[in-house]
């Protein structure tokens, strides 16, 4: 599963992975986004803009509030459900002349509220979504046909609980509670492209035009953990990443991202052909720091690595 993971590169790093065209703040304002007595709340209202979709059905949600500079967010060591994370999507531009979908660096909320629901109250519980069954299920499956985005990070945090607790798990049951926090990341220091969908909710307590009525969410997609080994294990412990857990974020290799944000894809067969594994050996894995289990602990100093596990494993 993914349910902690790092992000420090900021949009212009971005921008020039992903070839993001909307979305990334000037010189002028990122440096002015620094300022200590900066207000975030009049940034995110000066930078917000309507996100259009014109593929929507008649009746349903045309735009949504959203900041179109997302530059104010920092770097996140400890990206945890529910907070403001960085996509990358392709959407065509309300107003413009051309129907083009156009790439773009957005911040939306981890947790997917589909647009059905009657509250948010769920969406921490919706982080991730199964490939095996994302087009089916009915949480994901439109998202899936034209909503589909990738989530950059650096890599992801995972508990390891040793063999015998990963099987009661896999059983349904209940872990320990002592478990020894590893970060996984492309051996290469590449960027770690998740693969995501994101979803509109409308929240009916509000009127409107109200700038928080429409909801962006998104969610990511998990599949099987690969068994071969790791590219560069750690010194003692886990040699693949299903020996650390069953499963892991479907990374998206660059040659895939253009066909997965593209809305005007929708073939389904043709979609899931993009669920399938990313190549083994990209990968490598390394104790970190008790201190990523707290959400409220936050820096680089979380990426450190251990010359060996903190908590006792089974291995």
Same mark, same amino acid.
């Given at each position: 599963m993914c349910g902690?993971?790092?992000a420090s590169r900021g949009p212009e790093d971005l921008a020039g992975i992903f070839g993001i065209e909307v979305g990334v703040p000037s010189t002028r304002e990122s440096q002015e986004s620094q300022e200590p007595n900066a207000s975030r709340e009049s940034q995110e209202t000066h930078d917000s803009q309507e996100l259009h979709d014109s593929q929507e059905p008649q009746g349903s949600q045309k735009s949504q509030e959203a900041r179109e500079d997302p530059g104010p967010l920092v770097p996140d060591y400890n990206v945890a459900p529910t907070k403001e994370v960085l996509v990358v999507l392709d959407r065509p531009l309300k107003d413009a002349a051309s129907p083009r979908p156009v790439r773009q660096l957005r911040r939306l909320r981890w947790g997917l509220v589909p647009s059905w629901s009657r509250s948010p109250e769920g969406a921490?519980?919706?982080?991730?979504?199964?490939? @095996? $069954? =994302?087009? @089916?299920? +009915?949480?994901?499956? /439109?998202?899936?046909?034209?909503?589909?985005?990738?989530?950059?990070?650096d890599g992801y945090y995972e508990w390891d609980t040793g063999r015998e607790e990963r099987e009661l798990e896999v059983e349904g049951r209940r872990k320990r509670a002592r478990k020894q926090p590893y970060f996984v990341t492309p051996a290469d220091g590449s960027v770690f492209a998740m693969a995501g969908l994101y979803e509109f909710?409308?929240? +009916? $307590?509000?009127p409107d035009g109200h700038p928080r009525s429409w909801w962006v969410t998104c969610s990511v997609i998990t599949t099987e953990a690969e068994t071969a080994p790791l590219a =560069? +294990?750690? /010194?003692e412990g886990p040699r693949s990443l299903a020996d650390i857990h069953p499963r892991m974020p479907l990374m998206l290799t660059p040659d895939r991202w253009d066909a997965w944000l593209d809305p005007r894809h929708t073939d389904t067969a043709e979609l899931r052909e993009l669920l399938a594994p990313p190549p083994e050996g990209l990968m490598r894995a390394y104790p970190v720091g008790t201190a990523v289990s707290n959400v409220r602990n936050n820096g680089p100093e979380l990426l450190k690595e251990l010359s060996g596990p903190e908590e006792g494993t089974l291995f």
């Open positions: 902690r993971y790092a921490a519980r919706m982080i991730n979504a199964r490939a @095996e $069954t =994302v087009h @089916e299920k +009915p949480a994901y499956r /439109q998202a899936f046909a034209t909503r589909r985005c990738i989530l950059p990070a909710w409308r929240d +009916p $307590t509000l =560069v +294990p750690p /010194q």
